[in-house]
């Protein structure tokens, strides 16, 4: 079993739908938790990022950590063709030799249409 | 600033001939980190580096060998390439303490034929 676990989709959705993309984790040493988006081609770049359990909201979107189900989301209101991306989660933990080290999900393919 | 510069871009090899990746960061990020991404898999960690000179395994090592002798550029060598390298291989960077955002390059293709 993945230590990180995150539906592949593709996801498809009309352009100004909210859309919910998730993440299941069964460490529980991770402390830290974040949202990569990537475009066709290129690198991740960072979304989201909080640390511990809690939202927080940036904009359209919303991150969500409850880490006693280990569990995360990351929602996108009025979602925009633009938004057309594959979004990974991705965790990680501040001790020892983990530091700094990042454990992916596998990405959630996402389509807006107009 | 240019961020976090992969060369190349592309490149097509022979099984068993081997070659070098270089990754270069101007941000002075004291970690680095190869990863390679394979669909269905996400981003896999194949080795890091915590700072000049040192290296470390990350989850998916076999294979490939790495090299930091400057605090900017981290290597990622391949000696006998292999079909089952065929992949996009992403370097990263980040900050050593508290919030640790990697901050990653435009990816390598590598097809291995």
């Known amino acids: 079993q993945k230590e990180v676990e995150q539906d592949p989709g593709p996801l498809s959705v009309p352009e100004g739908a909210i859309v919910s993309l998730n993440c299941t984790y069964s460490n529980s040493a991770f402390q830290y938790f974040m949202w990569y988006r990537q475009y066709s081609r290129k690198g991740p770049e960072l979304l989201m990022y909080?640390?511990?359990?809690g939202n927080k909201e940036d904009g359209r979107f919303t991150a969500q950590v409850d880490k006693s189900s280990k569990y995360i989301s990351l929602f996108i209101r009025d979602s925009q063709p633009s938004d057309s991306a594959t979004y990974l989660c991705?965790?990680?933990?501040?001790?020892?030799?983990?530091?700094?080290?990042?454990?992916f999900g596998q990405g959630t393919i996402l389509t807006v249409h107009p | 600033n240019a961020g976090v510069t992969q060369t190349p871009k592309f490149r097509v090899l022979k099984t068993g001939q081997s070659m070098t990746l270089l990754c270069a960061q101007d941000m002075n990020h004291e970690y680095m980190y190869w990863y390679r991404q394979d669909p269905g898999m996400g981003l896999r960690l194949i080795h890091y580096s915590v700072g000049e000179g040192t290296t470390a395994k990350g989850e998916v090592p076999d294979g490939y060998n790495v090299s930091r002798l400057k605090k900017q550029n981290f290597l990622l060598g391949l000696e006998s390439a292999a079909p089952s390298q065929t992949s996009v291989y992403f370097c990263?960077?980040?900050?050593?303490?508290?919030?640790?955002?990697?901050?990653f390059g435009q990816g390598t293709r590598l097809t291995v034929v």
């Open positions: 909080t640390y511990s359990s």
């Open positions: 990263a960077s980040s900050y050593t303490t508290g919030y640790t955002e990697a901050f």
């Open positions: 991705a965790m990680g933990n501040a001790g020892g030799t983990s530091y700094g080290k990042l454990t």
